[in-house]
């Protein structure tokens, strides 16, 4: 469907910020984000939402992702745990590869050296993508009550695509110093950054596929979120560098 496409392609980044709600541990600055992101999912036997969020730490020319994976522990097909895990994924920006940690008491996953591009296709939301011809200019511009700028497009109507979508992009001042994207295109507007992407589909039934689509909500956000763990984030960046040094 239409808004597969309008969310696909790889989370990516490439600066440093210089004074954004800097942390300090021992010395040494980083600052982390946290991204969140639901996406409601209709078929013609049931409905579920795709959500959750994760955190990226930077500290100088390093990335580290939080991200959360569900355990499960059966024994002859009988669940004994169910809980939530943590696992670490620490690379150089300017690396093809990092190195994954898992917290205790985790001892059966395997950690080690990765694909970055692996492990943020298996773990991270993939940003908006737009086709330009399209988008060229909003179809409205305003300013919310937290004096953030929202640019309004309307998606075209097609044959193949009958459904109406309202797209709000949502940027701010404050955020500009922040490396993530959301947005490979529309990722900056007047020095201001994209820091949300919020969809609106208006719901329609499509005859191709006999289902119909209800209104529903897409969104996609990141905000800067302070350091409260400082000494466990540089614990697993040092662990990197040495993962690096020897070769792990």
């Not at 982390?32 to 730490?57: H, K, L």
């Not at 390093?62 to 696992?87: A, H, T």
């Not at 917290?103 to 050296?113: D, I, K, N, Y």
């Not at 589909?201 to 409260?228: C, D, N, T, V």
């Amino acid at each position: 469907m239409k808004i597969i496409y309008l969310l696909s392609t790889l989370l990516f980044f490439s600066y440093k910020c210089a004074h954004v709600n800097l942390r300090k541990v021992n010395g040494t600055k980083f600052h982390a984000v946290r991204v969140v992101g639901n996406i409601p999912v209709f078929t013609a036997d049931t409905s579920f939402e795709i959500g959750g969020s994760y955190d990226i730490f930077y500290y100088d020319d390093l990335i580290m992702y939080k991200f959360e994976y569900r355990f499960d522990s059966l024994v002859n097909g009988k669940l004994l745990l169910q809980e939530w895990r943590q696992i670490f994924f620490v690379f150089h920006k300017d690396s093809v590869f990092g190195y994954s940690y898992y917290l205790p008491p985790e001892s059966t996953a395997v950690e080690g050296r990765i694909s970055v591009d692996t492990m943020l296709k298996r773990n991270a939301y993939e940003p908006f993508k737009f086709d330009s011809s399209l988008y060229l200019k909003p179809d409205s511009i305003y300013f919310d009550d937290e004096k953030n700028l929202v640019n309004v497009y309307n998606s075209p109507v097609t044959e193949d695509y009958p459904e109406r979508f309202t797209i709000y992009l949502y940027y701010s001042k404050k955020l500009k110093c922040i490396a993530e994207t959301l947005s490979k295109n529309k990722d900056t507007v007047n020095g201001m950054k994209l820091f949300k992407v919020r969809i609106l589909a208006h719901g329609h039934y499509y005859e191709k596929f006999k289902i119909s689509q209800p209104r529903r909500e897409y969104l996609l956000e990141m905000k800067q979120i302070p350091i409260k763990n400082g000494m466990e984030v540089m614990g697993y960046f040092d662990k990197y560098k040495k993962s690096v040094l020897r070769g792990f």
